[in-house]
């Protein structure tokens, strides 16, 4: 039964509001930090990347991996997801707009990126984002002009391979900011890009199905059986790749003697070690994997959500761990010799985020959300299911 509509009017400016409130916050927070600097957040010379970067990050992978639904139906003629692919370019749109928006408070001088555009530094990882980025506003744009224009259709599926190609390249880039940084144990490896990648698709569509659902309760409606059922098993075979990365990642990093303290450090002795074992892979790949795998719970869309959720908890889990953590370790700036100096070489740090840090992270969050909420309720985009087209399909394909 869906909302009366005077209700329903109502109920979107209240979120739309809070929305903007929680944003508005954030970008407080940020000029707050600005304003009085680096001592009032948690970081400091050794963790330099804090809880907004995790959040930052969580949103920038999941922005590109969302893009999977959309490409399944273009790029790959799975029927499915077609009337999927609307709702799948503006979670992208809004989720990277919000992981950009924290990273460039977080650096305070957002003017100054600017700079960074007109002096490009082709040497530089971090100088390939500056035509990352952009480029991936574009091609989803025009992405979404295509499935939304009648006249542009027959470009939509050129438009759909640019996309796919393009945030396959972003995510990569993203992951080579990592696999780069030779000098901490934690990082440093090619497994990474190709490890960002699956964890985009895990982390997209666990959004997309939480956002999805959302929709269809908000209009009194229930998901297709059969959308269920092939979104649950996806969502299930990429939690199962990240899974399978995460493992081959340590153990590969194990290997190398140089790395075994770190390993030892960030598993078993740390207060990083539960936040690996119970919320990344307890809570969001265990329990996920359960829930999506079990015959009681796999075909209710109340569990498969409740999965889905639990993924998006454990994706903040891994990269908490895998960023704050990896700064927490000491850097091994000359291998077989004890370093110590009264500027904390050697030594394990400690992170704790401070509320700044904390409302700019949920800003964030909040400009996703409200981008979302908005774009949303402007352009219609509930999925439209055509079930004797879906299950003439399904047959097809079985």
Known sequence: MTLNPRHEEGLFYLLAAIGGLVSAIGIGAALY??????????????????LPHVVAIFL?????????????GSVFGRKLYKPRA?????????????????????LGRADRIIVAATHFNPTSVFGWNVI???????????????????RMYPWMKVAGYATFI????????TGSIFAFLVARQ??????????????????????FLVVQSTMYAWNGLTLPPLVLQRMKNLLATFVAAVLYFTIVLHLVNAYFAKNIAFEYFILFDSEFAGMFWVGQILLGTLLPL???????????ALWVNVAALLVVVGACFHLYVFIIGGQAFPLDMFPGYDVKSSFMDGAVDHYRASLPELLLS???????????????????????????????ATRATD
Not at 34 to 46: A, D, I, P, R
Not at 141 to 146: G, H, I, K, M, R
Not at 189 to 198: D, E, Q, R, V, Y
Not at 290 to 296: D, I
């Open 132 to 150: 990352l980025y952009p480029v991936f506003y574009g091609v989803v744009a025009v992405y979404l002009w295509t499935m939304m224009e009648r």
């Open 186 to 207: 934690a990082y440093g490896t090619a497994l990474l890009a190709p490890m960002f990648i699956i964890m985009s698709f895990c982390w997209g569509l666990a959004v």
């Open 362 to 392: 949920l800003g964030g969050l909040g400009i996703a959300f409200t981008m979302t909420t908005i774009g949303v309720r402007i352009l219609h985009f509930l999925p439209q299911d055509d079930l004797a087209e879906l299950e003439a």
């Open 86 to 106: 609307p709702l799948s370019g503006l979670l992208a749109l809004a989720m990277i707009s919000g992981g950009l928006a924290v990273i460039m408070l977080d």
């Open 33 to 50: 930090m600005e304003h009085s600097g680096h001592v009032v957040t948690g970081m400091n010379n050794q963790v330099v990347w804090g």
């Open 166 to 173: 393009w945030r396959i390249v972003l995510t990569t880039g």
């Open 60 to 72: 920038i992978v999941a922005a590109s991996g969302v893009l999977n639904v959309a490409s399944m």
């Open 290 to 300: 359960a829930l999506l795998f079990n015959p009681a719970t796999a075909s209710k």
